[in-house]
């Protein structure tokens, strides 16, 4: 038996940026957490994660950025995590409340059963990093509750993590896909204090793509939860739409389900809605292209003041069937990156999957 499909009302939508570099990591300049947070702010996001590289601590990061003064906020939502930096790629590790990250640190060569066996006593939530990069996730899948499919502002190099995502999704894995920049550098606050890495800030920074979660509280451990069950979707920028997919099961115009909800399909036809919220251009025509068990279902045009699309399909009656889409579109502006909407060209957002029966138990 599946567990009910929670409210599609009952909730708020948060966004965030879920992978960020301070001072604390040694190859970041002009990034102090004191920065970060108060940029953060002044875009208007709702919650943060300041994933320093342990390795640069070795694996303290319990007393370097969670003790820092400047770690604080009255406004965003401060996750606890850390960028997992081993030999076999890196991970973020996210949680609503401290955690011994050095236990998770000093177990990064072990194999993946006992790493895995660490991870669930910690009840962290582990999430594969630009999988297929430099320093790609070289750990089993399967001890993961998301994968980074959106890292940085440059769109296309993402296109082989989203053929890992689709991997996963395929063979059973409902496995949350995200978005992180991995800003390393701030902007100087004088000239002389400029890097030979300064120039990133104005094209790969917080929100470059923004994470958005749906969820059932404005609470740390709200945002960590939906992220695990997958409410999530990942725009551009913070001033770009947000992508949202629903499914009608029954016809009656209602709809009943969202992205990252499961369900047991009853062989019957369903109608989907996609939408766009927020910043769109009334005169512009979004792309939506539908991917269904990993191939291109559809390509759909929405135009209108809430561009919207709605197609309908019947998924299989026995055995899995997963829906997702991404959307192209006109860039909107980010002034405060002004050259991050050359990076990320037309995309404009990505939804997380619908399913139908998926194995909770898997
Ligand atoms: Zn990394
Ligand atoms: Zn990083």
Redesign the pocket.
């Known amino acids: 038996m599946l567990p009910p499909i929670a409210s599609l009302t009952g909730g708020e939508w948060l966004k965030g940026d879920l992978h960020v570099h301070s001072r604390h990591s040694k190859e970041s300049s002009n990034n102090s957490v004191a920065t970060i947070i108060s940029f953060s702010k002044s875009v208007g996001m709702d919650y943060l994660c300041i994933t320093d590289h342990d390795n640069h601590v070795l694996g303290d990061v319990a007393h370097n950025t969670w003790t820092d003064p400047e770690f604080k906020s009255d406004s965003v939502l401060l996750l606890y995590g850390a960028?997992w930096?081993t030999t076999r790629g890196?991970g973020n590790a996210f949680s609503a409340r401290p955690y011994d990250h050095q236990r998770l640190y000093d177990v990064r060569d072990q194999r993946d059963v006992v790493v895995g066996a660490v991870k669930k006593e910690l009840g962290i939530h582990l999430s594969a990093?630009?999988p297929s990069g430099k320093?790609h996730f070289g750990y089993s899948y399967d001890m993961v509750d998301s994968i980074e499919v959106w890292n940085s502002s440059y769109w296309p190099k993402n296109a082989n993590a989203i053929m890992i995502w689709d991997d996963m999704l395929s063979s059973g894995r409902k496995l949350t896909g995200r978005g992180g920049s991995?800003a390393h550098h701030g902007a100087p606050e004088t000239p002389d204090k400029a890097t030979k890495n300064s120039f990133q800030a104005k094209s790969n920074y917080i929100g470059t793509p923004t994470t958005w979660v749906f969820a059932p509280a404005r609470t740390s451990q709200a945002v960590v939860d939906t992220l695990t069950g997958g409410r999530v979707s990942v725009s551009a920028n913070p001033y770009a739409p947000r992508v949202e997919f629903y499914a009608d099961l029954d016809q009656d115009g209602k709809m009943d389900m969202m992205m990252g909800d499961n369900t047991k399909s009853t062989g019957k036809p369903v109608k989907f809605r996609v939408q766009l919220t927020g910043n769109t251009v009334p005169t512009a025509s979004y792309t939506v292209n539908v991917v269904k068990d990993g191939n291109k279902f559809g390509t759909f045009q929405a135009i209108g003041k809430i561009p919207m699309v709605e197609f309908t399909d019947t998924p299989a009656l026995l055995g899995r069937t997963y829906y997702r889409v991404t959307v192209e579109g006109p860039p909107t502006a980010y002034p405060q990156v002004p050259e991050s909407m050359a990076m990320s060209g037309n995309m404009v957002g990505l939804s997380n999957p619908i399913y139908f029966n998926f194995d909770p138990n898997f």
């Open positions: 960028e930096t890196h990093n630009h320093d991995d």
